[in-house]
């Protein structure tokens, strides 16, 4: 017999109903229905490329994160993972993203160093307390910085997962320093971590990951560091007699997302990329961490010998290594790093030390300049506090990046002076910034040390009871020893000057003194920062039939007008105020400076100088930073004065037998005579003169073939 249709089809509508209920009754994560959207596209498809094993943590995670993109999209994205490299080795699928030909990528931060060195971070040996710690940086400012920088090749990065902190492992008990010595270790090819070795005395070997087991079965190597789950997914333990619980270092990967796919998805799309790979980044660290346990036991039933640093063990490697974050501080960045610092210091070391503050630009076209202050400084702190400090308590320097902005330096100025334990600041370079402190400074009452900024602004017209002190250039002597070196070079010079407080006081001091030898500038050609093209100004100078060309400019728009310069089928001797030379200025324009004759303003040199305070300063920066000579020392007028302020600091401190910034402020300017880097003062500062250094300090300078300050012959 026929049944009713009608009948059939209600049938069915309630058997669908109750199997979706019973569906959604059942399901253990809450259901969050996307809202259809407004047009229905193709779905879009994207690869999703890592290098680790299916049974992983960091697969699960990655699984996760398709089904939730899928979900969240309403089908309109797709995500397809491709585990263990199945797409090529880390090194291709970095470039395939780099190209947009992978859309997602998951991949070791020690693989991404070579084209992005400050991903060496995460590697640090011995340097997080502990494991929290590690997740605050990376979660939080210093975290977003080192994503910022993957922009800079053509990858957007999201988030941190990981794979764990690593271990050692070898043949033999690794409990000390000592016992790594001779020992050949596999590593990644990272130079901070065959740094990391050869502190504990062992060689590394670089082998690629999946070629590990293989070298430690055939002794090629005698043991590796790694996380657990490495460890055991490859069977390293079973080829390894002893394991190390060190968690020295972090297998961190970094989340990235190819630039050239990203920035042509649709913005919701972009968030919905961005926010769910974030959000599974507190689970994917959770499920690395609960599942080691059974990785230890893993471990230990195939008999390997396990052992957990003790606290005074784990000491030991900290003091073989804790050079190593300042040998990559460059590398890595000096803003990433005194970020870190910062941070590490509220947490641990509030009211232990007398805090010096550094404000300096760390990361734009002075940062080499704001390195070498901070360089300078610590190694002045480092021999205060070996002495036994200041008032019986160590000296500590937390640095800013005001980033060459004058509204970001005046911010970090009144940062510095809310906290009670900043006894001063150390700071300079960009007029612009280092006036406005001063400004601040004047109405707080803070010591404000300026180890480098020539513009006469930044000093007060009558300095009794101002809170600046420079050791440094003043443009008031600057500009004349300057002009009498242009004359020397020809009688026709012409000026193109940065249109700021500093270029523009250049410009007027400069014409004084040129008018009082019978002269002026046959031509007057300003620029504004950022600016790109300077064609028209250099075809009027080239007009002018100038013989010499006086340049105020910074390094970023200084090295293109020398390239410009380099370009054309003549050009007049140069002649640049010292702004230049606060970047690696040699290095960026090797090429067009090679073509020039370009002589520039100086205070100080490490080269061929026989103080021995300066001697023993340079050799001390070499050994402390890699160097093979004190000629590869970067900024180094920076690095001489701002240890000189340090150190004539500490002085008024002692002398004030008080942190209270009025009477170190009163106690610099009575300071007995003090031999520094830079000079003897005798002394360094006086009620009626708060500037250091004088005539007798300053020279012309030359880049040698090496890119080393040289001073020019008279």
Request: negative net charge.
């Amino acid at each position: 017999m026929l049944k009713n249709p009608v009948m059939v089809a209600i049938g069915l509508i309630l058997l669908i109903a109750m199997g979706l209920a019973a569906s959604l009754l059942h399901r253990s994560d809450p259901v969050t229905l996307a809202p259809e959207p407004a047009a229905t596209g193709a779905e879009r498809v994207l690869r999703f490329g890592h290098n680790i094993p299916v049974d992983s943590a960091l697969h699960q995670a990655a699984i996760r994160f398709a089904e939730s993109v899928a979900q969240r999209s309403a089908g309109r994205v797709r995500v397809e993972v491709f585990p263990a490299q199945e797409l090529g080795t880390d090194d291709q699928m970095l470039e395939m993203a780099r190209r947009g030909e992978l859309d997602i990528l998951l991949i070791p931060t020690a693989k991404i160093s070579a084209s992005v060195p400050a991903m060496q971070y995460a590697d640090l040996p011995f340097y997080f307390p502990s494991r929290n710690d590690l997740y605050d940086m990376l979660d939080g400012e210093p975290g977003r910085m080192l994503l910022g920088k993957l922009r800079e090749i053509d990858l957007v990065g999201v988030t941190f997962w990981e794979n764990g902190f690593k271990h050692f492992t070898a043949n033999r008990p690794l409990h000390r320093p000592e016992d790594f010595e001779g020992l050949d270790m596999r590593t990644m090819k990272s130079r901070l971590l065959m740094e990391q070795f050869r502190a504990l005395g062992a060689h590394s070997i670089p082998i690629d990951f999946h070629a590990t087991r293989q070298a430690l079965a055939d002794k090629v190597v005698s043991g590796q560091e790694n996380p657990l789950v490495a460890i055991v997914s490859m069977g390293l333990h079973e080829v390894q007699s002893h394991l190390t619980l060190s968690s020295h270092g972090y297998l961190g990967y970094v989340f990235m997302i190819s630039a050239k796919v990203f920035d042509e998805l649709p913005p919701d799309v972009q968030d919905l990329l961005l926010g769910t790979a974030r959000e599974l980044t507190p689970w994917e660290r959770e499920e690395t961490h609960r599942r080691e346990e059974a990785l230890l036991e893993t471990i230990r039933q195939a008999g390997v010998s396990i052992h957990e640093l003790t606290d005074a063990e784990r000491e030991q490697f900290v003091a073989h290594t804790e050079h190593i974050p300042a040998l990559f501080e460059d590398a890595i960045g000096a803003d990433v790093m005194a970020r870190t610092e910062e941070l590490l210091d509220h947490k641990y070391g509030a009211g232990e030390h007398l805090v010096i503050g550094l404000d300096a630009d760390l990361s734009q076209d002075c940062r080499r300049a704001g390195l070498g202050f901070k360089r300078g400084a610590a190694l002045a702190i480092e021999e205060i506090n070996a002495a036994g400090g200041v008032l019986g308590k160590p000296l500590q320097l937390i640095a800013r990046d005001h980033k060459g902005m004058p509204s970001v330096g005046v911010s970090n100025m009144k940062h510095f002076a809310a906290r009670p334990d900043v006894v001063a600041v150390l700071g300079g370079v960009q007029a612009n910034v280092v006036v406005a402190q001063a400004d601040v400074v004047r109405e707080l009452g803070l010591p404000f040390l300026v180890a480098w900024s020539a513009a006469a602004e930044v000093m007060a017209d009558g300095p009794n009871h101002d809170p600046v002190f420079r050791v440094s250039a003043n443009d008031v002597l600057a500009v004349p020893f300057l002009i009498e070196y242009v004359v020397g070079q020809g009688q026709r010079p012409a000026i193109l000057f940065e249109n700021s407080v500093w270029g523009r006081g250049n410009l007027e001091a400069m014409r004084v003194q040129l008018q009082r030898a019978g002269l002026d500038f046959v031509a007057m050609e300003s620029f504004s920062r950022s600016e790109v093209n300077f064609g028209l100004q250099l075809a009027r100078i080239e007009r002018s039939s100038a013989d010499t060309l006086v340049l105020v400019s910074s390094p970023m728009e200084g090295g293109l007008i020398v390239r410009a310069l380099a370009e054309r089928s003549a050009a007049p001797r140069l002649v640049s105020h010292w702004g230049n030379s606060c970047g690696d200025f040699w290095g960026d324009n090797r090429e067009a400076l090679a073509k020039l004759d370009l002589s520039f303003f100086q205070t100080f040199s490490f080269i061929d100088n026989s103080r021995p305070v300066s001697r023993a300063l340079a050799e001390r920066y070499r050994i402390r930073h890699g160097l093979d000579s004190v000629r590869a020392i970067a900024a180094p007028q920076a690095v001489a004065q701002a240890y000189d302020l340090v150190h004539l600091l500490a002085l008024g401190i002692t002398r004030a037998g008080s942190t209270e910034r009025g009477a170190v402020r009163k106690a610099l300017e009575h300071l007995p005579p003090f031999d520094g880097a830079v000079r003897r003062y005798a002394p360094a500062f006086t009620p009626e003169r708060h500037d250091a250094l004088d005539l007798n300090d300053y020279r012309m300078a030359r880049y040698a073939e090496d890119g080393a300050i040289v001073g020019v012959k008279p």
